[in-house]
């Protein structure tokens, strides 16, 4: 995943959910954090946003958890379970607005 980042010089990642398997964390201080996300996810280029969405697994755990690692982590950008992002293009040409959330 690091090297398609670098080749493909990524600006941020967007998650589609089933972040932390088998059932999620149980709090923003879970160690799984650490051996599912940080010590997984190293590469520089991989050291960008994250939008993450939340999946059948995260809510199996605690989702609230999941959003109040966005406090600890500094790539990690999940405000709330839904949410939006605009997303401008370097040149300024076009918008882009992602939704997040699962129904």
């Known amino acids: 995943m690091a090297i398609t ?11 589609t959910g089933d972040n932390m398997y088998p059932k999620g964390v149980a709090s923003a201080l879970d160690p799984a954090w650490r051996s599912s996300y940080e ?8 050291h960008v946003n994250w939008y993450p969405v939340l999946g059948n ?9 999941e959003i109040d ?7 990690r950008n999940m405000p709330t379970r839904y949410y939006s992002k605009t ?3 370097s040149d300024g040409s076009r918008e882009c607005r992602f939704l997040f959330g699962r129904t």
């Open 39 to 46: 010590d997984i996810y190293l590469g520089h280029s991989l």
């Open 5 to 15: 980042g670098t080749e493909a010089e990524i600006d941020f990642i967007i998650t």
């Open 69 to 75: 690692y966005s406090q600890i982590s500094r790539r």
């Open 87 to 89: 997303y401008k293009l």
């Open 57 to 65: 697994h995260d809510y199996a755990g605690n989702p609230q958890a």
